[in-house]
């Protein structure tokens, strides 16, 4: 074990959970303050198996979605709106979810797709008509199903 490593665990082992929070929330913007957006996402991608490991991210990830949503307040959320405004992260998720589904879908099996896929209309078309009236629900389900057919079409083409 180096020196650091010792000094570390020292002063860790010293400190209560609120405070190691603290420092964290202290300590990240001057961490981050050089490292271009590449760094950042090469660092993550080798700190998340540490992070992540012992835990169950199929209950995991909701909760942290919905945290950083604003469903349940928090640091999280202050931070989504200090940095994107006060939209925050469902404005942020609406750009980054189809990015992610399009490499998502292509890597699961054709039947964990579909059953994929179908959840997700159904979420999408519930939530989409929500507080619409039913003149705008009309329209909108008429675009939704103008949309599939012109999928459709282009899928015989392919073919």
Same mark, same amino acid.
């Given at each position: 074990? #180096?020196?650091?490593? +010792?000094?570390?665990?020292?002063?860790?082992?010293? =400190?209560?959970?609120? &405070?190691?929070?603290?420092?964290?929330?202290?300590?990240?913007?001057?961490?981050?303050?050089?490292?271009?957006?590449?760094?950042?996402?090469?660092?993550?991608?080798? =700190?998340?198996?540490?992070?992540?490991?012992?835990? #169950?991210?199929?209950?995991?990830?909701? +909760?942290?979605?919905? *945290?950083?949503?604003?469903?349940?307040? !928090?640091?999280?959320?202050? =931070?989504? %709106?200090?940095?994107? !405004?006060?939209?925050?992260?469902?404005?942020?998720?609406?750009?980054?979810?189809?990015?992610?589904? *399009?490499?998502?879908?292509?890597?699961?099996?054709?039947? %964990? %797709? %579909?059953?994929?896929? /179908?959840?997700?209309?159904?979420?999408?078309?519930?939530?989409?008509?929500?507080? /619409?009236?039913? #003149?705008?629900?009309?329209? $909108? =389900?008429?675009?939704?199903?103008? /949309?599939?057919?012109?999928?459709?079409?282009?899928? $015989? &083409?392919?073919?």
């Amino acid at each position: 074990m #180096n020196i650091m490593d +010792k000094m570390m665990q020292g002063m860790m082992g010293k =400190m209560s959970k609120e &405070e190691k929070k603290e420092m964290m929330s202290s300590m990240m913007d001057r961490f981050f303050a050089e490292m271009t957006p590449d760094d950042k996402q090469k660092m993550i991608s080798e =700190m998340m198996p540490k992070m992540v490991e012992g835990m #169950n991210m199929m209950d995991m990830m909701p +909760k942290m979605m919905m *945290n950083m949503m604003g469903e349940s307040k !928090g640091d999280m959320m202050q =931070m989504c %709106r200090s940095k994107m !405004g006060e939209s925050g992260m469902p404005e942020m998720m609406s750009e980054m979810m189809p990015k992610c589904l *399009n490499m998502m879908l292509p890597k699961l099996s054709k039947k %964990r %797709r %579909r059953d994929f896929v /179908l959840k997700m209309t159904s979420i999408l078309l519930q939530q989409g008509c929500k507080d /619409l009236s039913e #003149n705008e629900k009309a329209d $909108f =389900m008429k675009k939704i199903d103008e /949309l599939v057919k012109s999928i459709s079409e282009k899928e $015989f &083409e392919e073919s």
